[in-house]
C-alpha cells in the first residue's frame, strides 16, 4: 500500500487479510437524520481527525477504501449479501517521538492504525484510533446525526457472570470510604455488596458472556463501558469474523431497543437520573486523577494536560438550593480570574455540562483556559446536596433501596417445638445426653434430623464454637439455633428475635480456623460431646479431629443460623406490601431484619463462604 505521487491516496485492497480486534463504539443514527447522509457526515469527521498531527511529527494515510451498494468486499462477500449499507476502512501512519524522549527529536515510534466504520441500517459500528472524546464533541456539535445508544441497554444486554467491575463513587467524598475502585472475581455479582456498593457507579464492566443463540459468534470475555458505547470482545478475529461480529451485535443491541428492558447485571450499583428537577444544590467539584485516565485513549496528552491545569486551579463551587445549575468561582495561582456558570444538559440518555462565564473575567486568558478545560465535563465530578453525583456524563444517585436478604430459607419443623431450642434439662452434659432421645422435640432434634450424613458434632455450652458443627465432604457448617419467641401462627415479624443469634454467629467467625477446631476437639469440653456420624450417635472423637486436619483451603465453611420465628406468610405479605408501596408494620420491620442479615452475611463471606437462615413454613 503506497500512497499516489499526486497526493491522493491509494485503494485499500486486502480486507480480508486484515485481523482486527473487535473493540468498537456503536452509534444510532437520530430518528430525524438521512442513515446514509450522517455516514457520509461520519466519513468526513473521521477523516479530518485521522489528518490531524496532534503532537505527532507526522500522520499520513497510506491507503482507504469506501464501499457500498452492491460493492463486493474483497472475497468475502457483497455489501449486499454482508447486510451492510456502507463501509468505510483507512490505514494511516503516525509518526511521533516517545513520551520519554524530552526535547529529542529522535527516537520515532511509527504506528500503523486501522479505521473502520461500517454501517447496517441506523447503526454504525467503529473501530478507530479517534479518542472517544474527540467523537463525542463531534457528536455534541451535530447532534442530530448520531447517538450513543443508551446507558441502560448496555448495562443490561450482555448477561453473565460479571468478572471485573470498574466502580466510581457518587457519594461524597471522604477519607473513610474509596472515591472509586475495582473488583475482580468468579462472579461479581455476589461480590457486590447492597450497603457498601450502593453509592458506586459502573464505569465498564468485563463479562463471561453468554449467548441465548448456541450458535452466536460473540461470546466469552466482553468488555462494556455503557457512557462510550463501548464494546470490546477480547479476541483477535479475521476479517470475516469481524463483519459476522458487527452484524450480529447490531441486530442484538437493535432488539434490546424496543424490548421489554432486562434485569440490571449489577442491580446494586448506584440509580442513573433522568429528571434534572431531582438534582439541586451542587457544593463540591473534583477533577479525575492520572490513574483514573489509564483507560481513557490520549495519544497527544491532552486530557491529562487539562486534568493537570484544573488540579491546579481554584474552582470554588456555589450551588443553587433548587437547581443543578451553579456557579463555579475559578482563580489562576490563588487569584480568582472570573465566574463560570455551569449546567447540566441533556445529551442523549446523558448530560453534558454547559460552561459560560458569568460576567466579564477579571483576567480572561486565564479564565477561558479553565473554560475549556472543563470542556462537557468529562474530565470532572461534580457532588449535590440532593445525593447525586454528575460522572462521566451521568448523573447517578445512591441506591437507597433495602434489597432483601439473599439467602434466607423456610423449613417445616413438622412436631417439633419452634420455641424450644435444646432440651428441658440443665447441666451441659446433660443437655448433650438428652439431645435427639426420645421425647426430645426441641430445635437440637430437627438439626439432628436435617444433617443426617457425614459428622455432626454438638458444642453446645460455655464458650461454644456455635451449637453444631456439621462436617460432609470436606465442607464445615457451623449451626447456630435460636427458638423462636413465639409459636402463635400469627406471631409478627422480629428483630430481636434474631439480634442475639446473629451476634454469637458473627462474633465466633474467627473461630471457625481447622487449627482452632483442632485444638478445641482434641480435649473434650464434656466428657461425651453429642456426635453423629451418618446419623448413628458415636462417643469417639478421632476421627472427626482427623476429618478436620485433612481440610484444605479448597473446602468451603459455611455458616447457617436457625431461627423459625420468621413465618414464610408473615414475610411474604410483608415484602408484597413493601413491593407494592403500602407498608405496613411488618414490612419495616422486615425491612429492620434484611439489614440485620445482610450485615451478618457481609461478615461471613468476609472470612468465609456464605450465610444461610432458615425461618419457618
Same mark, same amino acid.
Request: glycine share 6%; aromatic share 6%; hydrophobic share 40%.
Given at each position: 500500500?503506497?500512497?499516489?505521487?499526486?497526493?491522493?491516496?491509494?485503494?485499500?485492497?486486502?480486507?480480508?487479510?486484515?485481523?482486527?480486534?473487535?473493540?468498537?463504539?456503536?452509534?444510532?443514527?437520530?430518528?430525524?437524520?438521512?442513515?446514509?447522509?450522517?455516514?457520509?457526515?461520519?466519513?468526513?469527521?473521521?477523516?479530518?481527525?485521522?489528518?490531524?498531527?496532534?503532537?505527532?511529527?507526522?500522520?499520513?494515510?497510506?491507503?482507504?477504501?469506501?464501499?457500498?451498494?452492491?460493492?463486493?468486499?474483497?472475497?468475502?462477500?457483497?455489501?449486499?449479501?454482508?447486510?451492510?449499507?456502507?463501509?468505510?476502512?483507512?490505514?494511516?501512519?503516525?509518526?511521533?517521538?516517545?513520551?520519554?524522549?524530552?526535547?529529542?527529536?529522535?527516537?520515532?515510534?511509527?504506528?500503523?492504525?486501522?479505521?473502520?466504520?461500517?454501517?447496517?441500517?441506523?447503526?454504525?459500528?467503529?473501530?478507530?484510533?479517534?479518542?472517544?472524546?474527540?467523537?463525542?464533541?463531534?457528536?455534541?456539535?451535530?447532534?442530530?446525526?448520531?447517538?450513543?445508544?443508551?446507558?441502560?441497554?448496555?448495562?443490561?444486554?450482555?448477561?453473565?457472570?460479571?468478572?471485573?467491575?470498574?466502580?466510581?463513587?457518587?457519594?461524597?467524598?471522604?477519607?473513610?470510604?474509596?472515591?472509586?475502585?475495582?473488583?475482580?472475581?468468579?462472579?461479581?455479582?455476589?461480590?457486590?455488596?447492597?450497603?457498601?456498593?450502593?453509592?458506586?457507579?459502573?464505569?465498564?464492566?468485563?463479562?463471561?458472556?453468554?449467548?441465548?443463540?448456541?450458535?452466536?459468534?460473540?461470546?466469552?470475555?466482553?468488555?462494556?463501558?455503557?457512557?462510550?458505547?463501548?464494546?470490546?470482545? !477480547?479476541?483477535?478475529?479475521?476479517?470475516?469474523?469481524?463483519?459476522?461480529?458487527?452484524?450480529?451485535?447490531?441486530?442484538?443491541?437493535? !432488539?434490546?431497543?424496543?424490548?421489554?428492558?432486562?434485569?440490571?447485571?449489577?442491580?446494586?450499583?448506584?440509580?442513573?437520573?433522568?429528571?434534572?428537577c431531582n438534582v439541586r444544590g451542587a457544593y463540591d467539584i473534583s477533577i479525575a486523577e492520572p490513574d483514573e485516565l489509564f483507560d481513557m485513549p490520549d495519544p497527544d496528552g491532552d486530557l491529562e494536560a487539562r486534568a493537570h491545569l484544573l488540579r491546579n486551579s481554584i474552582l470554588e463551587v456555589v450551588g443553587h438550593p433548587e437547581s443543578a445549575a451553579f456557579t463555579a468561582v475559578v482563580g489562576h495561582d490563588g487569584a480568582e480570574v472570573g465566574k463560570l456558570s455551569i449546567k447540566p444538559v441533556p445529551r442523549g440518555d446523558g448530560f453534558d455540562l454547559d460552561v459560560r462565564f458569568a460576567e466579564v473575567p477579571s483576567s480572561e486568558k486565564h479564565a477561558r483556559r479553565i473554560r475549556d478545560a472543563i470542556g462537557d465535563g468529562d474530565l470532572v465530578r461534580v457532588y449535590y446536596e440532593s445525593g447525586h453525583t454528575f460522572d462521566e456524563h451521568q448523573i447517578n444517585c445512591q441506591n437507597q433501596t433495602a434489597p432483601p436478604f439473599a439467602n434466607l430459607e423456610f423449613a417445616d419443623f413438622g412436631l417439633h417445638l419452634v420455641t424450644r431450642e435444646k432440651?428441658?434439662?440443665?447441666?451441659?452434659?446433660?443437655?448433650?445426653?438428652?439431645?435427639?432421645?426420645?421425647?426430645?422435640?426441641?430445635?437440637?432434634?430437627?438439626?439432628?434430623?436435617?444433617?443426617?450424613?457425614?459428622?455432626?458434632?454438638?458444642?453446645?455450652?460455655?464458650?461454644?464454637?456455635?451449637?453444631?458443627?456439621?462436617?460432609?465432604?470436606?465442607?464445615?457448617?457451623?449451626?447456630?439455633?435460636?427458638?423462636?419467641?413465639?409459636?402463635?401462627?400469627?406471631?409478627?415479624?422480629?428483630?430481636?428475635?434474631?439480634?442475639?443469634?446473629?451476634?454469637?454467629?458473627? !462474633?465466633?467467625?474467627?473461630?471457625?480456623?481447622?487449627?482452632?477446631?483442632?485444638?478445641?476437639?482434641?480435649?473434650?469440653?464434656?466428657?461425651?460431646?453429642?456426635?453423629?456420624?451418618?446419623? #448413628?450417635?458415636?462417643?469417639?472423637?478421632?476421627?472427626?479431629?482427623?476429618?478436620?486436619?485433612?481440610?484444605?483451603?479448597?473446602?468451603?465453611?459455611?455458616?447457617?443460623?436457625?431461627?423459625?420465628?420468621?413465618?414464610?406468610?408473615?414475610?411474604?405479605?410483608?415484602?408484597?406490601?413493601?413491593?407494592?408501596?403500602?407498608?405496613?408494620?411488618?414490612?419495616?420491620?422486615?425491612?429492620?431484619?434484611?439489614?440485620?442479615?445482610?450485615?451478618?452475611?457481609?461478615?461471613?463471606?468476609?472470612?468465609?463462604?456464605?450465610? #444461610?437462615?432458615?425461618?419457618?413454613?
Amino acid at each position: 500500500m503506497e500512497t499516489i505521487d499526486d497526493g491522493t491516496v491509494s485503494r485499500l485492497d486486502g480486507l480480508a487479510d486484515l485481523t482486527p480486534t473487535f473493540s468498537v463504539c456503536v452509534l444510532c443514527s437520530h430518528p430525524d437524520a438521512d442513515p446514509a447522509a450522517a455516514f457520509r457526515s461520519l466519513v468526513e469527521f473521521l477523516r479530518t481527525n485521522l489528518a490531524a498531527k496532534g503532537r505527532a511529527q507526522s500522520v499520513r494515510c497510506l491507503a482507504e477504501v469506501v464501499l457500498t451498494g452492491s460493492d463486493q468486499v474483497d472475497e468475502i462477500a457483497s455489501m449486499l449479501d454482508l447486510g451492510f449499507d456502507d463501509l468505510f476502512a483507512s490505514i494511516r501512519e503516525r509518526r511521533a517521538t516517545p513520551n520519554w524522549s524530552g526535547e529529542r527529536t529522535e527516537p520515532i515510534d511509527v504506528v500503523n492504525q486501522l479505521t473502520l466504520a461500517i454501517r447496517r441500517g441506523r447503526f454504525v459500528v467503529v473501530h478507530t484510533p479517534v479518542s472517544d472524546e474527540a467523537l463525542r464533541k463531534w457528536l455534541r456539535r451535530f447532534n442530530r446525526l448520531y447517538r450513543y445508544l443508551p446507558s441502560a441497554v448496555l448495562r443490561s444486554t450482555f448477561q453473565g457472570n460479571g468478572r471485573t467491575v470498574w466502580l466510581r463513587g457518587v457519594h461524597r467524598r471522604r477519607f473513610t470510604k474509596a472515591d472509586s475502585k475495582t473488583l475482580v472475581g468468579m462472579r461479581v455479582q455476589e461480590v457486590l455488596d447492597d450497603d457498601e456498593d450502593a453509592s458506586f457507579a459502573m464505569s465498564a464492566a468485563a463479562i463471561d458472556y453468554v449467548p441465548t443463540d448456541d450458535g452466536a459468534i460473540v461470546r466469552g470475555r466482553l468488555t462494556v463501558s455503557p457512557q462510550r458505547s463501548r464494546i470490546y470482545w !477480547k479476541v483477535r478475529v479475521d476479517m470475516p469474523t469481524f463483519l459476522a461480529a458487527t452484524t450480529e451485535t447490531v441486530d442484538l443491541l437493535d !432488539k434490546a431497543l424496543v424490548a421489554e428492558p432486562q434485569d440490571e447485571l449489577f442491580p446494586q450499583l448506584a440509580i442513573p437520573e433522568i429528571d434534572l428537577c431531582n438534582v439541586r444544590g451542587a457544593y463540591d467539584i473534583s477533577i479525575a486523577e492520572p490513574d483514573e485516565l489509564f483507560d481513557m485513549p490520549d495519544p497527544d496528552g491532552d486530557l491529562e494536560a487539562r486534568a493537570h491545569l484544573l488540579r491546579n486551579s481554584i474552582l470554588e463551587v456555589v450551588g443553587h438550593p433548587e437547581s443543578a445549575a451553579f456557579t463555579a468561582v475559578v482563580g489562576h495561582d490563588g487569584a480568582e480570574v472570573g465566574k463560570l456558570s455551569i449546567k447540566p444538559v441533556p445529551r442523549g440518555d446523558g448530560f453534558d455540562l454547559d460552561v459560560r462565564f458569568a460576567e466579564v473575567p477579571s483576567s480572561e486568558k486565564h479564565a477561558r483556559r479553565i473554560r475549556d478545560a472543563i470542556g462537557d465535563g468529562d474530565l470532572v465530578r461534580v457532588y449535590y446536596e440532593s445525593g447525586h453525583t454528575f460522572d462521566e456524563h451521568q448523573i447517578n444517585c445512591q441506591n437507597q433501596t433495602a434489597p432483601p436478604f439473599a439467602n434466607l430459607e423456610f423449613a417445616d419443623f413438622g412436631l417439633h417445638l419452634v420455641t424450644r431450642e435444646k432440651p428441658l434439662v440443665h447441666g451441659d452434659q446433660a443437655i448433650h445426653g438428652a439431645i435427639a432421645r426420645p421425647g426430645d422435640l426441641s430445635l437440637f432434634s430437627w438439626v439432628v434430623e436435617q444433617y443426617s450424613t457425614g459428622w455432626l458434632v454438638c458444642d453446645d455450652g460455655a464458650g461454644e464454637v456455635a451449637d453444631f458443627l456439621h462436617l460432609d465432604g470436606g465442607t464445615l457448617t457451623a449451626i447456630h439455633v435460636k427458638g423462636a419467641h413465639s409459636g402463635s401462627p400469627a406471631r409478627h415479624v422480629s428483630v430481636t428475635a434474631y439480634q442475639e443469634v446473629v451476634g454469637q454467629a458473627v !462474633k465466633n467467625l474467627r473461630s471457625l480456623t481447622t487449627d482452632s477446631l483442632v485444638d478445641r476437639f482434641t480435649v473434650h469440653r464434656i466428657a461425651q460431646p453429642a456426635a453423629w456420624r451418618n446419623g #448413628t450417635r458415636v462417643t469417639d472423637l478421632s476421627e472427626f479431629v482427623r476429618a478436620l486436619r485433612d481440610r484444605t483451603t479448597r473446602n468451603k465453611t459455611r455458616v447457617v443460623i436457625v431461627q423459625p420465628h420468621l413465618l414464610r406468610s408473615v414475610h411474604d405479605a410483608a415484602r408484597k406490601a413493601a413491593e407494592d408501596g403500602t407498608p405496613t408494620r411488618e414490612s419495616r420491620s422486615l425491612t429492620l431484619l434484611d439489614g440485620l442479615l445482610r450485615s451478618a452475611r457481609k461478615a461471613v463471606i468476609s472470612l468465609w463462604d456464605d450465610l #444461610t437462615v432458615i425461618g419457618s413454613e
